[in-house]
């Protein structure tokens, strides 16, 4: 299977993980579900280059480390109050832009037409953002532009 799925009953998720091989990745309130087999404090991967590359192995992001690389943890069982605090700051920060745009625009320092940077595009799946539109670098989901219609 390859997308999303909707199962109505904890049994249905279990026979459609059992059947793929692959893990049930909950998006929403599933109780009595036991939570994936994940160490606390146990970084699922690694990200570097101002997010643009990621990696899964431990001795690779250790040789980046030893370079001078800054590596930054990438965890799948995210603070749900977390996730939200960083979504509020990335509303902040886009209203912030969009704002100053405005006033270069009135100042007439940049042209009305000109394009904003960067792209951002969203995974509809699992709602992160990553820089490109290559499948989604966690869950291998379909990546679309932010701010798109679904």
Sequence with gaps: MVGTAIWWTKEEAERDAAATGLPIV???????????????????????DDGKEFTTHADHASDLQREGIQMLP??????????????????????????????????????????????????RPCQLEQPTARPCDVCGGKTELAGAKP
């Design 26 to 48: 909950g998006l929403g309130p599933m109780s009595g579900v036991a939570p994936a087999e994940q160490r606390q404090g146990e970084p699922y991967g690694w990200a570097h």
């Design 74 to 123: 990438l965890y799948t069982h995210a603070d749900p109050g977390e996730v939200e605090r960083l979504r509020t700051v990335i509303e902040q920060q886009r209203s912030l832009i969009a704002s100053l745009r405005e006033e270069l625009v009135e100042s007439r320092s940049i042209d009305a037409r000109a394009e904003p940077g960067p792209t951002i595009w969203d995974c």
